[in-house]
């Protein structure tokens, strides 16, 4: 059994009780992949085939690290934002009262995500983070959710030696014809811990042996699909 690690979520002591706790992603699974068939008609095949929620890999990766909550609704109509939360004072911590900011977008100047009449959003965490020595933590937007009216920005954060501020997400507000409520709770960022390690590539090409393998397993694979999940997968 792999050793079972920690990361340590702390908050402002008013804000105990008050705000949606960060969870394993393996508990923050949408409702659609709950809901959908696990196979489907394929009319190329005209047979029925495996979807996406036996695709283990697909899967894996939506339940691998932590989920980051909103902290509060937010609704989002005719291209305003509001909300309506009151939380107690700041303290001696001074956090952010609102759920969510804005970055200008000349911050994104010369990148894809620039737009000069838009801004990017910015998702309020007030939880602070800790890792174990030698982690750090890859924020990205909450994995294969395609669904979510925005897109986080991915970064990575040395959490073992940053863990006494916050980290907020910005992100791209992609969808303008949405008009609705993001329930408090909803995932804005997915966490994943990365051992920070130093790497190298090396290439090669297929011996005799490694060729037999790699026969051997597309034949396998061929014939039964769940091969991966039952021989492979960790």
């Known amino acids: 059994m792999p050793q079972e690690m920690t990361l340590t979520f702390r908050c402002p002591k008013e804000l105990d009780g008050l705000l949606p706790l960060p969870m394993l992603a393996a508990s923050g699974l949408p409702g659609w992949v709950k809901e959908m068939p696990a196979q489907a008609f394929n009319a190329v095949l005209s047979r029925d085939h495996d979807t996406v929620k036996r695709c283990p890999p697909f899967i894996d990766a939506m339940t691998s690290g932590f989920l980051i909550p909103l902290i509060c609704d937010v609704k989002f109509e005719n291209g305003e934002f509001t909300w309506d939360y009151?939380?107690?004072?700041?303290?001696?911590?001074?956090?952010?009262?609102?759920?969510?900011g804005f970055h200008d977008a000349s911050q994104v100047t010369g990148t894809p995500l620039f737009d000069a009449d838009r801004y990017l959003i910015k998702f309020h965490n007030l939880w602070t983070i800790e890792?174990?020595?030698?982690?750090?933590?890859?924020?990205?937007?909450?994995?294969?959710?395609?669904?979510?009216?925005?897109?986080?920005?991915?970064?990575?954060?040395?959490?073992?030696?940053?863990?006494?501020?916050?980290?907020?997400?910005?992100?791209?507000?992609?969808?303008?014809?949405?008009?609705?409520?993001?329930?408090?709770?909803?995932?804005?960022?997915q966490c994943f811990p990365v051992k920070r390690e130093n790497w190298s590539a090396r290439?090669?090409?297929?011996?005799?042996?490694?060729?037999?393998?790699?026969?051997?397993?597309?034949?396998a694979i061929f014939r039964d699909k769940s091969v991966y999940r039952r021989q492979f997968r960790a």
């Not at 009151?86 to 969510?100: A, Q, T, Y």
């Not at 909450?142 to 940053?162: A, M, Q, S």
């Open 86 to 100: 009151d939380l107690p004072p700041g303290g001696e911590s001074g956090f952010v009262r609102s759920p969510i």
């Open 203 to 219: 290439t090669a090409a297929f011996n005799e042996e490694e060729t037999q393998r790699a026969h051997d397993l597309t034949n």
């Open 131 to 189: 890792a174990p020595d030698g982690y750090s933590l890859l924020f990205t937007h909450p994995v294969n959710r395609f669904d979510l009216p925005f897109t986080t920005l991915t970064g990575l954060v040395d959490c073992d030696r940053y863990h006494d501020a916050w980290i907020h997400f910005p992100a791209r507000w992609h969808d303008a014809s949405f008009n609705g409520v993001l329930p408090k709770g909803t995932p804005v960022a």
